[in-house]
């Protein structure tokens, strides 16, 4: 089974211009290059389920939903699956998170994740029937502040210890907000995930190799280091995706379970930047070997080998 998987969070169609004085509908180029990346599934927030003012405002705006009017090629050549989980509810419309899938969705159920009033929030879990294996999927947008994307973290673990069998394949992507980078190892190890550009690149072990070269210089010069203080906490790598223009913040994930990742990626310039204040990142993966634990967190790099 090879699978590509991309999440984006579309900032609902709508961005403001170069000089930021109005906003430009930019929701037909973003289908086009939506299907450019050739992508299997597709993680999508920020999805305008319905916007009367936009709809009255900008020509041509789609009358149908925008994971409808997304699920869509231009030349209607390729179509998905659309699944949409309404967020946030306002006078005027909704939006919220959506899965455009190439294979069949046989269940789907959207969950209010909101910890405050002032920002709506939610998670979309879909399960996928590829071949003869369902794949659990779930579309995460996770709050701003950082008190809050721990809430819903743990109530997001809570319902996949639930409702997702130990060894059944998985996939977590979304914007999660967490440009400090505070909630991937608690997740890796709770559900036994692992971070798509972590699988390529592991983050921390040069850096480990040079803090014990350290310690074994002072050794030699007499100083005693304990071993435990040397151990530098393992940080899970991530891809900067936000914003656009000059992507700095890791803040669009895509976590998998029972999967090898083959590649990663984030496309950049100025033709992705003038689509969303986000930057999309696109894994190519392929099914796990029975028995091999693909999903796992790469246990550390226990060697005291020193840097030649």
């Keep these: 089974m090879r699978l590509r998987v991309a999440t984006y969070n579309i900032h609902k169609g709508v961005l403001r211009d170069l000089f930021g004085l109005q906003r430009v509908a930019r929701i037909h180029e973003l289908r086009t290059r939506l299907h450019e990346l050739d992508a299997d599934l597709v993680f999508l927030q920020e999805v305008q389920g319905q916007h009367e003012r936009h709809a009255r405002r900008f020509e041509h705006w789609p009358a149908e939903p925008q994971d409808v009017f997304l699920s869509r090629s231009p030349g209607l050549r390729h179509t998905f699956e659309s699944a949409y989980g309404p967020n946030a509810q306002y006078l005027h419309g909704h939006h919220g998170n959506a899965l455009l899938s190439r294979f069949p969705i046989l269940h789907r159920d959207n ?139 890791r803040m669009d994930r895509i976590y998998l379970r029972g999967f090898t990742v083959t590649d990663a990626r984030v496309p950049r310039g100025a033709v992705w930047a003038r689509l969303s204040d986000h930057s999309p990142v696109i894994a190519d993966l392929e099914r796990a070997a029975p028995g091999q634990s693909a999903g796992a967190l790469p246990p550390p790099d226990r060697s005291d080998k020193a840097l030649p």
């Design 111 to 249: 969950r209010d994740f909101s910890d405050h009033a002032l920002e709506k929030r939610g998670v979309l879990h879909c399960v996928v029937q590829i071949g003869n294996t369902p794949v659990h999927c779930f579309v995460v947008h996770f709050g701003l502040l950082a008190r809050s994307r721990e809430r819903q973290l743990e109530a997001l673990i809570e319902w996949i210890r639930r409702a997702v069998p130990a060894q059944a394949p998985l996939l977590i992507a979304g914007d999660f907000n967490d440009w400090r980078n505070t909630l991937s190892r608690r997740l890796c190890e709770s559900i036994g995930v692992i971070e798509a550009f972590d699988a390529l690149r592991p983050g921390m072990p040069r850096t480990q190799q040079a803090v014990w070269y350290v310690r074994d210089r002072l050794a030699d010069l007499g100083v005693d280091v304990a071993h435990e203080s040397v151990r530098l906490p393992r940080r899970v790598r991530s891809a900067r995706t936000f914003p656009a223009l000059v992507p700095w913040l």
